[in-house]
């Protein structure tokens, strides 16, 4: 009587997990149904809303009266924004009149302050094209947002409207939320670079070397003689291992003859990441003063550094190929060597 009623409990039990599992698969099919049909109703309503662009770029007098429903506005602005991205003169006018004439830029700020992190993104990314005081606003004030993806793109907004950023006042919330090695950041420094000349000088003493990287970044774009020369004193003395890289990086990219010294004397730097930049920066100036060093580094301990040595070689002359001919053989110095050959080649 017992095992019978065991049996019976493990069989109810394993009819109820069947039946439990059943119903999962219908609840997620039926969800996957609703998702499927939403998705189709979005795309036929993306659709007509883009007939209606095409319509009103066509014959701007034929805009519809009145404002679109919050889906149709959201939906409108995804396309229109997607299309200001890559047309100007009188299309983007006639675009943005769109936008002006439909969207509810009220509801769009109070979702920039109390939407989820990601929603509040997309909304920043998308009001690049209003001039709306108002608008700049609320992006400036999004400047402070808790997450990073917020700050920068409303950073980037503000940027693509023509509303300038001071870098000293930006910096300091970018770094608070540490957002300093983001590739974004790089990027967001060197188009503020033109109208921030004097923060990136002054970020050159600062005192978070990830700042000083942007900095020296940023000012190699176009870099001014002064530049140079800061560029210069950083690439020899920064207490910073990554400064001093990304100050010989600069250099080399720079094609500062003027400082070919500090590169040749950053190919003995005790840091492997420096002298690596060293070579690569040799190479590029083509100094006959760095043959000598770069050969020395083809034995270097680090082999990144090997290589990088090994490649600035190759593109110094034909004597330098034939001395790295010479070391081709069956040694780690030697197969590195044949690999750089045949990239260059040789």
């Not at 109810?12 to 499927?36: K, N, P, T, W």
């Not at 990144?304 to 780690?332: C, T």
């Amino acid at each position: 009587m017992e095992g019978a009623w065991l049996l019976r409990l493990i069989l109810q039990i394993s009819v109820g997990l069947a039946l439990a599992s059943i119903a999962a698969l219908l609840l997620l099919f039926v969800r996957r149904v609703i998702i499927m049909r939403f998705e189709a109703a979005n795309a036929r309503r993306r659709g007509e809303l883009q007939d209606m662009i095409y319509g009103a770029l066509e014959n701007p007098a034929a805009l519809t009266k009145g404002r679109l429903s919050a889906r149709d506005q959201r939906l409108l602005l995804a396309v229109v924004t997607e299309l200001l991205r890559g047309v100007d003169g009188e299309m983007r006018d006639q675009l943005k009149a769109i936008l002006a004439h439909h969207i509810d830029l009220g509801r769009l700020i109070a979702g920039l302050q109390h939407a989820l992190p990601a929603d509040r993104a997309k909304i920043a990314a998308r009001l690049f094209w209003s001039q709306a005081p108002e608008v700049h606003a609320a992006l400036r004030g999004a400047l402070d947002d808790s997450e990073p993806e917020v700050v920068l793109a409303a950073a980037n907004a503000l940027l693509a409207a023509g509303q300038g950023i001071d870098l000293l006042t930006l910096a300091p919330k970018l770094e608070a939320r540490r957002m300093l090695g983001n590739r974004a950041v790089r990027d967001l420094f060197r188009k503020l670079a033109p109208d921030n000349g004097a923060a990136l000088f002054t970020f050159l003493d600062h005192a978070n070397p990830a700042v000083v990287v942007l900095a020296i970044d940023a000012l190699a774009r176009a870099p001014s003689i002064p530049a140079l020369e800061r560029l210069r004193a950083a690439a020899n003395a920064h207490a910073s291992v990554d400064v001093r890289a990304a100050a010989v990086r600069s250099l080399g990219n720079a094609q500062d003859h003027a400082g070919a010294d500090v590169i040749t004397a950053a190919l003995g730097d005790p840091a492997w990441e420096v002298r690596a930049q060293a070579a690569i920066a040799a190479g590029r100036a083509g100094d006959a003063t760095a043959l000598a060093p770069l050969r020395a580094l083809v034995h270097d301990a680090n082999w990144w550094v090997r290589l990088r040595a090994a490649q600035a070689l190759a593109k110094l002359g034909p004597d330098d190929v034939a001395s790295l001919r010479a070391l081709s053989g069956e040694d780690d110095a030697g197969r590195l060597v044949d690999f750089v050959l045949a990239e260059r080649g040789a």
